[in-house]
């Protein structure tokens, strides 16, 4: 049989950690393989549509996959993560057959929905006693659907078809372990999984390719690394604590986490999701397309994002989480559990990374790229000797990351001629709030000579007044200038923090000025503590006094978005006015 020509050279990767295999591979295979045909997986019942055949199961190599990234994982929790992740690549490829090569929206929706209705966050499901796969597939599963769909939000019948039969008996058999918080976590990232496939068929219907930044964010949000981070926990029986999970360094994780996986996927899978199934919804596709440039260049430029989002997740590990944990007080066995979470990221990456070049599902011939060093072992069990090799050649961009020299002469830049498909209006207050915005930030110490970060000439140029008069032409006098001095001073803490803490790397200072700004966001109007500095005195007098809205009005969900800000110039700055004005 001839073999397809690759359309690309895969770049070489940036893989820091040895892959290790967990003993307990081949029970995980043996099961999975009959728990999958239990199900209708694999020679599925007449009417069914032939999704996989045995030979089919044993190339792709699911448990191969677990054993990779859950190398520590006890047998019996290796065996439910391997069902998992058949269940999800069974699920993406009956997807592709019913609705992506038909195009059939409605059904699609129909078909997720009924698959919401089989995931209770309360957990009703009950644990079917003995391994699933020792049973037959309708004896697994009437133990658990009356009470799944009872806990749904739904009331579906009994499950139809291999995707909903997995679906039960995987719900019964984990969610009960786990706490309120990650079953909340893992219903969300699991139903943001499936939904995922929505968002590609409506790609595929409209013959759109979404541009780079909107597939990091859609993929981050719907693609399936939250999903399996949700799994590295349950794998190592270590819930990251409620206390920090929310917080950014733990996101930042996520995002990293997220990113490098699919990344890294698309990379594997260009050949057989573009070339084979017609899908758009690749990195390797988006920045061909979006940047005119051919393939090859393309997927380099995925693996320099790659590598990067690995540095970064390297970089909040080590620098980020142990001050999180100090910060919350985290006794032992948090400290611990988020260890073993973050631990259990890494595996997964180098694990994932192993899989990828062996399963039959991707494309992998090109994967031995010509070494940096002399040649060495290869086959299972030696990724430990390409270790040093990877590092070395991804040392360069490291070094760009922390070898800029600050405050260079840049250079000329010609401004492009953005887009504007809409037409701007102009608020006839503008005149009175340019002089209310300079008499106000005399008044709030923003125009002092310490620590002279303005003075009354950078003011007036700047010209906040005018952003604010063009973002509400219609607002009355005295919301523009509310608005006006929220942009304004917005901005101003925005140069304040590089000044006063960023030259100094004074990153403690930075916190607590963030924390102090916080205390002047009362819920209630009353006492708060006294202004010590520019970018506080503003805040003082306004959170007292305006930040509840126009008319004395309260209005929570401004306050929710200020409190959000990790610090001043992130986005949420530039929502606050809206939130200010009458509704």
Same mark, same amino acid.
């Given at each position: 049989m001839?073999?397809?020509?690759?359309?690309?050279t895969?770049?070489?990767f940036y893989v820091p950690?040895?892959?290790?295999?967990?003993?307990?591979?081949? @029970?995980?295979?043996?099961h999975?393989?009959?728990w @999958?045909g239990?199900?209708?997986?694999?020679d599925?019942a007449?009417g069914?549509?032939?999704?996989w055949t045995?030979?089919d199961f044993e190339?792709h190599?699911y *448990?191969l996959?677990?054993?990779y990234?859950?190398?520590?994982a006890t047998?019996e &929790?290796l065996?439910?993560?391997?069902?998992?992740?058949?269940w999800?690549?069974y699920f993406?490829?009956?997807?592709l057959?019913?609705?992506?090569?038909?195009?059939?929206?409605?059904g699609a929706?129909?078909?997720?929905a009924?698959?919401?209705a089989?995931?209770?966050v309360?957990g009703?499901?009950?644990r079917a006693?003995?391994n @699933?796969?020792?049973?037959t597939?309708d004896k697994?599963?009437d133990?658990?659907?009356?009470k799944?769909?009872?806990?749904?939000?739904?009331n579906?019948?009994a499950p139809?078809?291999?995707?909903?039969r997995g679906?039960?008996?995987?719900w019964?058999?984990?969610?009960p372990?786990?706490t309120?918080a990650?079953?909340?976590?893992?219903?969300?990232?699991?139903?943001?999984?499936?939904d995922?496939?929505?968002w590609?068929?409506a790609n595929?219907?409209?013959?759109r390719?979404?541009n780079p930044?909107e597939y990091i964010?859609?993929?981050?949000?719907?693609g399936?690394?939250?999903?399996?981070?949700?799994?590295?926990?349950h794998?190592a029986d270590a819930?990251?604590?409620a206390?920090?999970?929310?917080?950014?360094p733990?996101h930042?994780?996520?995002d990293t986490f *997220?990113?490098?996986?699919h990344l &890294?996927?698309?990379l594997?899978?260009?050949?057989?999701e573009v070339?084979l199934?017609g899908?758009?919804?690749?990195?390797v596709?988006?920045l061909?397309?979006?940047l005119?440039?051919d393939?090859?260049? @393309?997927?380099?430029l995925v693996?320099?994002?790659?590598?990067?989002?690995?540095?970064?997740?390297e970089?909040?590990?080590?620098v980020?989480?142990?001050p999180?944990l100090?910060?919350?007080?985290?006794?032992?066995?948090?400290?611990a559990?988020?260890l073993?979470y973050?631990?259990g990221?890494?595996?997964w990456?180098s694990g994932?990374?192993?899989?990828?070049l &062996?399963s039959?599902?991707y494309m992998n011939?090109?994967?031995a790229?010509?070494s940096?060093?002399?040649?060495?072992?290869?086959?299972l069990?030696?990724?430990?000797a390409?270790v040093?090799?990877?590092?070395?050649?991804?040392?360069?961009?490291?070094?760009r990351?922390?070898s800029?020299?600050?405050f260079?002469?840049v250079?000329?830049?010609?401004?492009?001629?953005?887009?504007?498909?809409?037409?701007t209006?102009e608020n006839?207050?503008?005149a009175?709030?340019?002089?209310?915005t300079? &008499?106000?930030?005399?008044?709030?110490?923003?125009l002092?000579?310490?620590?002279?970060?303005?003075?009354e000439?950078?003011?007036v140029?700047?010209?906040?007044?005018l952003?604010a008069?063009?973002i509400?032409?219609t607002?009355d006098?005295?919301?523009?200038?509310?608005a006006?001095?929220w942009?304004?001073?917005?901005?101003?803490?925005d140069?304040?923090?590089p000044?006063?803490?960023g030259?100094t790397r004074?990153?403690?200072?930075?916190r607590?000025?963030?924390?102090r700004?916080?205390?002047?966001?009362p819920?209630e109007?009353g006492a708060?503590?006294?202004?010590a500095?520019?970018p506080?005195?503003p805040?003082?007098?306004?959170a007292?006094?305006e930040?509840?809205g126009?008319g004395?009005n309260r209005n929570?969900h401004?306050?929710r978005?200020?409190?959000?800000?990790?610090?001043?110039?992130c986005?949420?700055?530039?929502?606050?006015?809206?939130?200010?004005?009458?509704?």
């Open positions: 001839q073999r397809v020509m690759q359309p690309f895969l770049p070489r950690y040895p892959a290790r295999l967990n003993p307990n591979l081949e @029970a995980a295979r043996a999975s393989l009959l @999958a239990e199900m209708g997986m694999i599925p007449d069914e549509p032939a999704i045995q030979r190339a190599d *448990a996959l677990c054993a990234t859950h190398p520590d047998a &929790r065996a439910l993560i391997t069902d998992w992740y058949v999800v690549f993406d490829d009956h997807f057959e019913l609705f992506k090569r038909t195009g059939d929206m409605a929706r129909e078909y997720l009924r698959l919401h089989f995931m209770p309360d009703a499901a009950e006693t003995g @699933a796969a020792d049973k597939a697994t599963v133990n658990a659907v009356d799944a769909a009872e806990g749904s939000a739904g579906a019948s139809a078809n291999p995707v909903e679906l039960v008996d995987l019964s058999r984990t969610v372990d786990r309120a990650w079953r909340q976590r893992f219903v969300a990232n699991t139903r943001n999984l499936l995922e496939s929505l590609e068929l595929i219907n409209d013959n390719v979404s930044i964010e859609m993929r981050r949000k719907v399936g690394a939250p999903w399996s981070a949700n799994l590295v926990e794998a819930e990251v604590p206390s920090v999970a929310d917080r950014r733990m930042v994780l996520l *997220a990113d490098a996986i &890294r996927n698309d594997f899978s260009y050949q057989r070339e199934e899908e758009l919804s690749n990195g596709l988006v061909e397309r979006f005119g440039c393939t090859q260049s @393309a997927a380099e693996n320099d994002l790659l590598t990067s989002r690995l540095h970064q997740f970089h909040t590990a080590v980020e989480v142990p999180l100090d910060e919350n007080g985290a006794d032992l066995p948090a400290r559990a988020v073993a973050v631990k990221l890494q595996d990456q994932g990374h192993e899989w990828h &062996r039959s599902r011939d090109s994967a790229a010509p940096l060093l002399p040649p060495g072992p290869s086959g069990g030696t990724s430990t390409r040093l090799e990877s590092i070395l050649a991804t040392a360069p961009q490291r070094l990351a922390f800029h020299v600050p260079q002469a250079g000329s830049m010609r401004v492009p001629a953005p887009y504007m498909p809409f037409e209006g006839p207050h503008l009175s709030a340019r002089r209310d300079v &008499r106000w930030s005399r008044a709030t110490g923003l002092d000579p310490v620590p002279g970060i303005w003075d000439h950078k003011l140029s700047y010209d906040f007044p952003c008069a063009c509400h032409p607002a006098r005295d919301a523009l200038f509310l006006a001095r942009l304004t001073w917005g901005t101003y803490a140069d304040y923090y000044v006063v803490f030259r004074d990153l403690a200072g930075a607590a000025c963030t924390e700004l916080k205390e002047f966001l819920l109007l708060s503590a006294e202004a500095s520019p506080v005195i805040r003082c007098s306004r007292r006094n930040a509840f126009c004395g929570p401004f306050l978005i200020a409190k959000r800000l990790p610090c001043p110039g986005p949420y700055w530039r929502e606050l006015p809206a939130y200010l004005l009458p509704r």
